[in-house]
Every structure is written in structure tokens, then in C-alpha cells.
């Protein structure tokens, strides 16, 4: 009966993580809708390039992090397999490595 529980839980916590990425995707992808929108402003170039880049980023690893869920794959280190600490997951939830092998990723 425990295991049944604790697997509920697993899928709360999962539907709510997911939830929470996708509301997050949603609002980098209105921001970045609002980044390429042409100011005509020169001395802004450079400053909306680079929140472009980083917003795309951001909607890179949130759609990877997405995709992990609806795979089954959320929570596991892409290179050495092993379960990544909840308190990770909880401060970068799109980790893709334990620490171990993020260090060693460089």
C-alpha cells in the first residue's frame, strides 16, 4: 500500500511540475514574441539580442525538460542514469545531470 501511495504522489508531483513548465513556456514564448518585435531602436540591438538568446534558451531546456516528462525520463541523469536529487530538481528543474556528471560535462 505504501509503494502505491508514494507512486501517487510521484505523479502529483510530476503533474504539477509539468504544469508549472508548461505555464513557464508559455510565458518565455510571449516574451520572445515581444523581444523580436522591431523597435526600430539601434541602442537596443544589442541588449534585446542577448535576452533573445537567453530566452531561447530558456525555451530550449523547458521543452527538453517537457519532453523528459512525457517520455518517462524526468529525474534521471542523461549520463550516468542515476536518479537526480529532488533538492536539485527543485532549484533547476530542467537538470538533465546529476552533479557528478554535470561537473565532469563542464
Known amino acids: ?3 502505491d501511495i508514494r507512486a501517487e504522489r510521484d505523479q502529483q508531483r510530476l503533474a504539477q511540475l509539468r504544469a508549472s513548465l508548461s505555464t513557464e513556456f508559455e510565458a518565455q514564448s510571449a516574451r520572445l514574441t515581444e523581444l523580436t518585435a522591431d523597435t526600430g531602436d539601434p541602442g537596443e540591438a544589442h541588449t534585446r539580442a ?3 538568446a537567453a530566452t531561447r534558451q530558456s525555451l530550449g531546456q523547458l521543452g527538453d ?3 523528459r516528462i512525457a517520455e518517462g525520463r524526468y529525474g534521471s541523469c542523461e549520463r550516468c542514469a542515476t536518479a537526480i536529487p529532488p533538492e536539485r530538481l527543485a532549484v533547476l528543474p530542467h537538470a538533465r545531470f546529476c552533479v557528478p556528471c554535470q561537473r565532469r560535462q563542464g
Do not use: E, P, Q
Request: glycine share 12%; no cysteine; hydrophobic share 65%.
Open 1 to 3: 500500500m505504501g509503494t
Open 50 to 52: 542577448a535576452l533573445i
Open 65 to 67: 525538460a517537457l519532453r
